[in-house]
Structure formats: C-alpha cells, structure tokens
C-alpha cells in the first residue's frame, strides 16, 4: 500500500511502488509497475502513476505553449479506441490496444485545490487490452483520499 499525505492506494504485492515528480517538477507522484520482460514496462508491462495536482500548477506548467495538463488529457483522448472511463469516482479517457501501445488511461478527481490524476500505460503483449485494464481497474478501485 502506497499512503501518501493526501492519499492511499494499494499496489499489488508483485508490482513495484517507486515515487516521481511530474508537472515540471512540481506534483510528486506514486507509481506502482509490472514488468513482465524487458527492463522496463514499456517493454512489456504496466504502469500507474497516481498524484495530487494542485490547480495552480495544472494552470501554470506549460510546454512549448501549451498547458500540460491539456497536453496529456488530449493524448488519450485523441487516441484509437478511445472511451469514456468511470472508477471511484475518477473519470477520463482509456484507449484500448492500438499501434502505440496495449491500453492507456488519463482520470482525474476533483478535489479541494486541485485534482487527484491517475496516468497508466501498457505496453507489450503478456497480457490483452482487457486483462491490463481490469489490472488498473483494481487498483483505480483501492484509491482513498483525505481531501
């Protein structure tokens, strides 16, 4: 179990639970992997990253002239297969296997000051589309915050 200030999840006990920050820096972010072959996820394998973004700095980091948080919210939902996605009350954009990767998800949860954001990627062909997002689904469904 990953227990931040502002929040917990449970990350299952054969995944790895690693800490990052995204947002140029600014939001610091729990992410919890599976590797199935290869050095990476991205080889073969998924990936969650859960973090607090406060709504100053999702109005405020900017690349190349674009809000990020525009950026990544629109990769998804411009994606192939794209659908609608609702888990404990977190909702966004999940795009099913295509050319660029076996499942992708971008879900926010409004939260006082900000949002809470789940990003996950897999990649690789160990498991179907479906199998990585009933994976994610089970960990979205863990999610508790404390705002």
């Given at each position: 179990?990953?227990?931040?200030?502002?929040?917990?999840?449970?990350?299952?006990?054969?995944?790895?639970?690693?800490?990052?920050?995204?947002?140029?820096?600014?939001?610091?972010?729990?992410?919890c992997t599976k590797i199935y072959s290869g050095q990476?996820?991205?080889?073969?394998?998924?990936?969650?990253?859960?973090?607090?973004?406060?709504?100053?700095?999702?109005?405020?980091?900017?690349?190349?002239?674009?809000?990020?948080?525009?950026?990544?919210?629109?990769?998804?939902?411009?994606?192939?297969?794209?659908?609608?996605?609702?888990?404990?009350n977190f909702v966004g954009w999940y795009s099913l296997?295509?050319?660029?990767?076996?499942?992708q998800l971008i879900a926010r949860l409004p939260a006082?000051?900000?949002?809470?954001?789940?990003?996950?990627?897999?990649?690789?062909?160990?498991?179907?589309?479906?199998?990585?997002?009933?994976?994610?689904?089970?960990?979205?469904?863990?999610?508790?915050?404390?705002?």
């Open positions: 179990m990953d227990t931040d200030s502002n929040f917990s999840y449970t990350c299952p006990t054969d995944w790895s639970l690693l800490t990052n920050l995204n947002y140029d820096g600014q939001v610091k972010t729990s992410e990476i996820s991205f080889d073969d394998g998924a990936s969650i990253v859960i973090g607090f973004v406060p709504q100053t700095v999702a109005d405020t980091v900017q690349v190349a002239g674009e809000n990020f948080s525009d950026i990544i919210l629109n990769d998804v939902k411009g994606q192939e297969n794209v659908q609608v996605y609702s888990n404990n296997k295509n050319p660029q990767h076996t499942f006082t000051g900000g949002y809470y954001e789940i990003q996950a990627l897999a990649m690789g062909d160990t498991k179907t589309d479906q199998e990585y997002k009933q994976m994610i689904d089970a960990i979205v469904a863990t999610f508790q915050s404390e705002k």
